[in-house]
T-cell receptor, first 110, second 109 residues
Framework: DVKVTQSSRYLVKRTGEKVFLECVQD?????MFWYRQDPGLGLRLIYF???????EKGDIPEGYSVSREKKERFSLILESASTNQTSMYLC?????????FGDGTRLSIL | EDKVVQSPLSLVVHEGDTVTLNCSYE??????LLWYKQEKKAPTFLFML??SGIEKKSGRLSSILDKKELSSILNITATQTGDSAIYLC?????????WGAGTKLIIKP
């Protein structure tokens, strides 16, 4: 079974802080994705990566960056957290389709 | 612009009822359509459909794709309270998933 592990289930941070969300997968998948999920808006793609050290912008990359130094790990960074980044963040990995998801991090920015 | 639309947005039924959830799409390069179920945590994969008219089935859940109508349905028969969840539809277009907003299904005992 594919296992995608996100480092925190719940996180509370303050406006202006630099926030790191970590994601690790154990299936040697090349593709990894970061989404945010907000009520009524579905999943929106922030960034994705098809290989180590490679990253591509998704639909809403502003205010975020990512890092993929190792194949199994994909990190999402909020450079200077703002209240409109309060959301559920989901990481996924895949070989092709389907994508397999972690349990999500519910992030609150105060 | 690629888009995926799910309907209804929410649905409340009684245990034992049958429900049909809809997903329609407009995308530039269709490769497949996927259904996921999301309870409190991660979306879990249900079905992937690539060919029109071929039903995929798993227990009380089934799904079919209509490429002519650019749509898919997800059927759940003899619903149970454990079926309460958000059901997400996504379409693979150019190797990226385009997501619908989801249908929130509530099953009343």
């Amino acid at each position: 079974d594919v296992k995608v592990t996100q480092s925190s289930r719940y996180l509370v941070k303050r406006t202006g802080e630099k926030v790191f969300l970590e994601c690790v997968q154990d299936m040697d998948h090349e593709n990894m994705f970061w989404y945010r999920q907000d009520p009524g808006l579905g999943l929106r793609l922030i960034y994705f990566s098809y290989d180590v050290k490679m990253k591509e912008k998704g639909d809403i990359p502003e205010g975020y960056s990512v890092s993929r130094e190792k194949k199994e790990r994909f990190s999402l960074i909020l450079e200077s957290a703002s209240t409109n980044q309060t959301s559920m963040y989901l990481c996924a990995s895949s070989y092709n389709q389907p994508q397999h998801f972690g349990d999500g991090t519910r992030l609150s920015i105060l | 612009e690629d888009k995926v639309v799910q309907s209804p947005l929410s649905l409340v039924v009684h245990e034992g009822d049958t429900v049909t959830l809809n997903c329609s799409y407009e995308v530039t390069n269709f490769r497949s359509l996927l259904w996921y179920k999301q309870e409190k945590k991660a979306p879990t994969f249900l079905f992937m459909l690539t060919s029109s008219g071929i039903e995929k089935k798993s227990g009380r859940l089934s799904s079919i794709l209509d490429k002519k109508e650019l749509s898919s349905i997800l059927n759940i028969t003899a619903t149970q309270t454990g079926d309460s969840a958000i059901y997400l539809c996504a379409v693979d277009s150019n190797y990226q998933l385009i997501w619908g907003a989801g249908t929130k299904l509530i099953i009343k005992p």
